[in-house]
């Protein structure tokens, strides 16, 4: 049973899977997870407003990168769409089927053809099991006829691994070769979109490209379709076509990823964009860097109006307390939820400049601009 | 082989912050050398973790020490501080501070240096603030040992560090308790903690890599600010080399124990000569490089290395190996404008070509 929201939204169009060429289309998708009190822990006190109305769409043979700090629900969005939590409303089309309605055997069949590579590779596979056993498991649970001499082979080849790795057991790769078991295991079933929720964050920096190539490799040999969780916006850009930024619950603003980093439009995607540090020092000393104070709200709680009103060194008087914005489409395929967007675009509106010493001692939302 | 900081940006303030205590007999805060920490464990062969590490650290200097997991940049820094496991440990070498060797002092001699002219913050801030006790206590613990402050006087000095580190409403969060606050804030916490003392150095051990970029942005900000303020030396260890361009005046870059490559910030990126500091440069998928260009990995993985005293231990994933390289340890000699552990080093056509994105 899923939680009851306590807002309720019209019902989504259904998309045509014929003419539309998303593989994976998100409308109004909202997680909430109750959080509950009282002496029996049986009464609902109140709702985690984990993933608050989010629409998505990812085309056929793309890459969507989903970036956003941790907290902001970007990983809860990835499970919500494979159905791993369970969805509060709207709707989630894969292939042309609303995942979010399948129940029990449907449900099931229809896992096949979207699939997870997780964060913690060594936490991902069972370590009891042998490599063997954990790429064709997916396989035999799914009833899947496949060739036992050749299949393993092919797999852990498609993923640049010996044939000789069928027989070992995880702990005795290293944590490049164990992600890379783990996306042989992901596209073992032949999916057409696969989830890689922070894909090479828990790699050493030298293995990281490795593992970064190879999805790419992957894509382009087998048509994948990726959405692609992570913090770090540097590996999104890289492997990415289009990117969505993720603030507390939602999307604020979604692009080309190209068109993204050069020109980011909303004030958290200009934040997060200088929070990035460069390994290169002329970069570093002649970049303007805006700094945001505190920290992401709760997503118990979350600010009214805009949810990043609180900590937006453009924020103004009217609009961004009480209204939530929408996502807006300012140019073909930019989408920005900002009020104010084309003002600051347009230069009318400046981020506000405040001392180190103000920063300290106040609560308000402030920013430092400063030029080293 | 020692590395020297005679190629040192002259605008460090060499000659500053002889407020408290002297400086060694070469001018250096804290001076390493031939450092090396080999782990034994009963049946099993050694591990020598860190091995002929050398660096300088002038007073008011930011040096960064770059490598992987297992590079050995951690234990460098816990051996400095004294903070080994005292059994299974074999520490030689040298690290001078005041003119004295204090590597392998008892550690009641270590605890008058320890908080008190050499600081240090931590990885996990959760980890290293004790769960079960108000940060109040926590903070004025470290001032009270070292200064013998009243309970009174402590407790406002707390207050008064807590607002230097950006925690608004220093009078309430004393009482509080770490797990009331976020991560940033813990954080700051610490680099309060640490800086309590007004350390002469300051080792930062990966202080943002459990932070947000955000966070880690104001962090990094704030650590800068105050250690400019406080005329500390700052020993940066961290795998981001993000982190170090914008920081450091002095790289070090390690790999399985040694230093393999160290130059001043300009010339290491702009100009990588050792194929393993190249490798990583041309590896890390950059915010600023134009989309799709491939990205050129290390092949193999960190754990795949020869043992330094066969040969280079980067020499199974370089690209630029000779067979030398193999059968021959290279040493860290200086070279131009740096020092190089390599015995054949990236090109010039080999650089450009690792520099233009």
Redesign the interface.
């Known amino acids: 049973m899923t939680a009851q929201s306590p807002e309720t939204s019209e019902s989504p169009e259904t998309p045509d899977p014929k003419t539309d060429d998303a593989l994976v289309s998100v409308r109004g998708l909202k997680v909430h997870f109750p959080i509950r009190g009282g002496a029996f822990l049986s009464r609902t006190t109140g709702y985690v407003y984990a993933v608050d109305g989010v629409d998505l769409e990812i085309k056929r043979g793309t890459t969507l990168g989903l970036v956003g700090?941790?907290g902001c629900g970007k990983s809860t969005l990835g499970r919500a769409i494979l159905r791993l939590v369970p969805v509060t409303e709207g709707s989630v089309w894969v292939d042309g089927v609303d995942v979010a309605t399948l129940k029990g055997e449907d449900l099931r069949r229809e896992r096949q053809n979207m699939q997870m590579v997780f964060q913690d590779p060594l936490a991902s596979l069972n370590p009891r099991q042998s490599i063997e056993t954990i790429l064709t498991e997916p396989l035999r649970e799914h009833g899947i006829e496949y060739n036992r001499e050749t299949r393993v082979r092919e797999l852990l080849e498609k993923v640049g691994l010996p044939a000789s790795a069928a027989r070992k057991y995880p702990h005795e790769f290293?944590?490049?070769?164990r992600q890379r078991i783990g996306i042989a295991r992901a596209i073992a079933m032949e999916p057409a979109f696969v989830i890689a929720d922070e894909p090479v964050s828990a790699l050493?920096?030298?293995?990281?490209?490795?593992v970064?190539?190879l999805l790419e490799e992957l894509q382009d040999d087998l048509g994948l379709t990726y959405l692609v969780i992570a913090?770090?916006?540097?590996?999104v850009?890289?492997v990415s076509d289009e990117v969505a930024v993720m603030y507390l619950g939602g999307i604020v603003e979604h692009a080309d990823?190209?068109e993204l980093?050069n020109e980011p439009m909303h004030p958290y995607t200009k934040?997060?964009?200088?929070?990035?540090?460069?390994?290169?020092?002329?970069?570093?000393?002649t970049r303007e860097?805006i700094?945001?104070?505190g920290?992401?709200p709760s997503p118990a709680n979350p600010p009214n109006g805009c949810r990043f009103h609180t900590r937006c060194p453009f924020r103004q008087e009217t609009r961004c307390d009480t209204e939530r914005p929408e996502l807006r489409e300012l140019r073909a395929g930019h989408r920005v939820a900002c009020h104010w967007a084309e003002e600051i675009e347009a230069g009318k509106i400046t981020a506000r400049e405040v001392t180190?010493a103000d920063?300290?001692?106040?609560?308000e939302p402030q920013v430092?601009v400063?030029e080293s | 082989m020692t590395v020297t900081a005679d190629f040192v940006d002259s605008s460090t303030p060499a000659t500053e912050t002889t407020r408290r205590g002297a400086l060694n007999d070469d001018g250096t805060l804290l001076s390493v050398r031939d450092l090396a920490v080999t782990f034994g464990v009963r049946g099993q062969k050694e591990v020598r973790a860190v091995d002929e590490v050398s660096f300088d650290i002038r007073p008011g200097e930011h040096i960064g020490l770059v490598g992987e997991s297992g590079s050995g940049k951690s234990v460098t820094s816990l051996a400095i501080m004294g903070l080994l496991p005292k059994r299974g440990v074999r520490t030689s070498g040298e690290v001078r501070y005041n003119d004295e060797n204090i590597l392998g002092w008892p550690p009641r001699k270590m605890s008058g240096i320890r908080g008190r002219d050499i600081a240090m913050v931590f990885q996990d801030p959760m980890t290293s603030l004790n769960p079960v006790v108000p940060i109040g206590i926590q903070i004025t613990e470290v001032l009270r040992r070292h200064f013998e402050l009243s309970k009174k006087d402590a407790s406002a000095r707390a207050g008064d560090l807590l607002v230097r580190v950006g925690i608004p409403d220093p009078k309430r969060r004393l009482g509080e308790y770490p797990h009331q606050l976020s991560g940033g804030m813990r954080q700051r916490m610490l680099i309060a903690i640490a800086l309590a003392c007004e350390p002469r150095l300051l080792i930062a051990d990966e202080p943002t890599t459990a932070l947000d970029v955000t966070i880690q942005a104001q962090i990094l900000e704030l650590l800068k600010e105050l250690v400019a303020d406080t005329g500390a030396a700052l020993l940066m260890i961290t795998h981001d080399l993000g982190v170090v361009a914008g920081l450091c005046d002095k790289v070090n870059v390690m790999y399985s124990g040694r230093i393999v490559e160290s130059a001043t910030r300009r010339v290491l990126f702009g100009n990588p000569r050792h194929p393993y500091t190249g490798g990583l440069l041309e590896s890390v998928p950059r915010l600023d490089s134009p989309r799709g260009a491939p990205l050129k990995p290390i092949p193999g993985s960190p754990t795949n290395v020869l043992p330094w005293t066969r040969g280079c231990a980067f020499a199974p994933r370089c690209g630029n190996a000779v067979e030398r390289c193999a059968t021959d340890p290279p040493e860290l000699r200086p070279d131009g404008d740096r020092e190089l552990r390599c015995h054949n080093p990236l090109s010039a056509d080999q650089r450009t070509e690792a520099v233009t994105p």
């Open positions: 700090e941790s290293s944590g490049g070769q050493d920096v030298s293995i990281q490209a490795q970064l190539n913090h770090d916006l540097a590996v850009r890289h990823s190209d980093y934040a997060l964009m200088s929070a990035v540090p460069v390994p290169d020092p002329v970069v570093e000393e860097r700094l945001l104070t920290d992401l180190a920063a300290a001692l106040s609560f430092q400063q």
